[in-house]
């Protein structure tokens, strides 16, 4: 049973700004959230993870919602380069189980 | 580029063969994942190493050997697979100790494996 729900697809326009939403009611209080993205043809690539406090890097940013049940990913500028599969995660310890995930498209 | 080299990128197998998946890391990291993902679908968590000892088992048939030889190697040993095994195995790795939890996964482009 995944622990994560998603959209299944999200639409953006190139250079918008993308936010892609995730629920996790059942999140415990020590559970990461980690999102990674995958390409076409291409393994799983690492996005951001944060626990309890908004989280930013060069990729993206992570929003967390205070009761931890949901967050969402933004991507400030959305390229053409970032369309594809966003998986928000839930990690405890070594078990990473993936939700279903976000097909991105991004129109030019 | 991937720091988690796996090998081959393509397998076809027959359901008699015997074959092997590999995966190799030089990043130091003590743990490391194999991962099976059918098409259009999210990976799904087979096995995870931690210090070169099984730490999770996904309740995977016996068909899938996973193997840690050492701290940079991870195979998965394939015999008598079904052609519903056919699938894109991936392979990942991250730091294993005291900072578990916290640390990213590193994924491999995958083995893409066909079973006649």
């Known amino acids: 049973d995944a622990k994560t729900t998603q959209p299944n697809s999200m639409e953006s326009n190139e250079e918008e700004p993308v936010h892609l939403p995730c629920n996790h009611s059942?999140?415990?209080?020590?559970?990461?959230i980690h999102w990674y993205r995958q390409l076409p043809s291409q393994g799983p690539e690492y996005v951001i993870h944060?626990?309890?406090s908004n989280v930013n890097n060069r990729m993206a940013s992570l929003a967390i919602a205070e009761d931890r049940k949901s967050s969402t990913l933004i991507l400030h500028r959305a390229t053409l380069r970032d369309a594809a599969v966003y998986y928000c995660?839930?990690?405890?310890?070594?078990?990473?189980?993936f939700g279903t995930g976000t097909s991105l498209t991004v129109i030019p | 580029d991937t720091e988690v080299t796996q090998t081959p990128k393509h397998l076809v197998m027959g359901m008699t063969n015997k074959k092997s998946l590999k995966c190799e890391q030089h990043?130091?990291?003590?743990?490391m994942y194999w991962y099976k993902q059918k098409a259009k679908k999210p990976p799904e968590l087979m096995f995870v190493?931690?210090?070169?000892?099984?730490?999770i088992n996904e309740s995977v048939p016996s068909r899938f050997s996973p193997e840690c030889p050492n701290s940079s190697l991870l195979n998965l040993h394939l015999h008598a697979l079904q052609p519903e095994d056919s699938a894109l195995y991936l392979c990942?790795?991250?730091?294993?100790?005291?900072?578990?939890?916290?640390?990213?996964?590193?994924f491999g482009e995958g083995s893409r494996l066909t079973v006649l």
């Open positions: 990942a790795s991250s730091r294993g100790g005291l900072i578990v939890g916290t640390g990213e996964l590193f």
């Open positions: 990043m130091g990291h003590r743990a």
């Open positions: 944060g626990l309890t």
């Open positions: 190493y931690s210090y070169e000892k099984l730490s």
């Open positions: 059942t999140i415990s209080g020590t559970d990461y």
């Open positions: 995660i839930l990690r405890l310890g070594y078990q990473f189980y």
